[in-house]
């Protein structure tokens, strides 16, 4: 009986260990890749943005490949220094690294929904704070071409994770034809399971264009 308790002790223990080791790595390890990814991504950004032809650019990005990054993400509210790269598609490879455009949404500064997704938790948790965006909360999106000023125009809701009238072209209005230039922000509820979804929409107020060479 002792040994037989002595053996289940030692199973428990390295099943302790296992766990710890899946949950260390999931928090600090997804978040160690995200972050280096993140630093590529803003430097590749930042060569392309300077060299690159705007117009060319422009036009190259309704053709842009998965994983490829396009943007920057900024949420004053979140930190002075919080800065995210964008890459196209929200897939589970493109989110382990980045915040990710949804295909088949409108991309910045364009009529209709401009639509981002993001881990709530893991690959940095870059979404962690989203449900305290509140209206008039500002959000920033640059590119090639501008900054994007969008101004949140009420408080975050909770859907299930099957709805995907967040995405229309009118957020929650499938059919309707959009007229404004909107964007949406997605992340799970709760942080581990993701049941459901957090909705943050927006609305552009202005873009600042860039200037040339910077």
């Given at each position: 009986?002792?040994?037989?308790?002595?053996?289940?002790?030692?199973?428990?223990?390295?099943?302790?260990?296992?766990?710890?080791?899946?949950?260390?790595?999931?928090?600090?390890?997804?978040?160690i890749?995200?972050?280096?990814a993140?630093?590529?991504y803003?430097?590749?950004?930042?060569?392309?943005?300077?060299?690159?032809?705007?117009?060319?650019?422009?036009?190259?990005?309704?053709?842009?490949?998965?994983?490829?990054?396009?943007?920057?993400?900024?949420?004053?509210?979140?930190?002075?220094?919080?800065?995210?790269?964008?890459?196209?598609?929200?897939?589970?490879?493109?989110?382990?690294?980045?915040?990710?455009?949804?295909?088949?949404?409108?991309?910045?500064?364009g009529?209709?929904?401009?639509?981002?997704?993001?881990?709530?938790?893991?690959?940095?948790?870059?979404?962690?704070?989203?449900?305290?965006?509140?209206?008039?909360?500002?959000?920033?999106?640059?590119?090639?071409?501008?900054?994007?000023?969008?101004?949140?125009?009420?408080?975050?809701?909770?859907?299930?994770?099957?709805?995907?009238?967040?995405?229309a072209?009118?957020?929650?209005?499938?059919?309707?034809?959009?007229?404004?230039?909107?964007?949406?922000?997605?992340?799970?509820?709760?942080?581990?399971?993701?049941?459901?979804?957090?909705?943050?929409?927006?609305?552009?107020?202005?873009?600042?264009?860039?200037?040339?060479?910077?």
């Amino acid at each position: 009986m002792g040994r037989l308790l002595r053996i289940a002790g030692e199973l428990l223990v390295t099943l302790g260990v296992v766990v710890f080791g899946f949950l260390a790595y999931m928090y600090w390890g997804t978040a160690i890749r995200a972050s280096d990814a993140q630093r590529a991504y803003t430097s590749q950004l930042t060569s392309h943005w300077s060299n690159d032809n705007p117009l060319e650019a422009l036009a190259d990005l309704h053709t842009i490949s998965p994983g490829t990054p396009f943007a920057l993400l900024r949420i004053p509210q979140f930190g002075r220094g919080w800065q995210l790269a964008v890459v196209q598609g929200a897939g589970v490879p493109q989110l382990a690294l980045a915040l990710g455009h949804v295909p088949g949404t409108a991309m910045p500064g364009g009529v209709g929904n401009f639509a981002i997704a993001g881990h709530r938790v893991t690959a940095g948790n870059p979404f962690w704070g989203l449900p305290s965006l509140g209206k008039g909360s500002v959000i920033d999106v640059e590119t090639i071409t501008a900054t994007y000023v969008y101004v949140v125009t009420s408080k975050p809701t909770w859907v299930p994770s099957s709805d995907l009238a967040v995405l229309a072209a009118v957020p929650f209005h499938p059919g309707e034809q959009a007229r404004q230039k909107l964007i949406t922000l997605i992340t799970c509820d709760p942080p581990w399971t993701g049941t459901s979804r957090v909705i943050v929409t927006g609305v552009l107020v202005r873009a600042l264009p860039r200037e040339p060479g910077s």
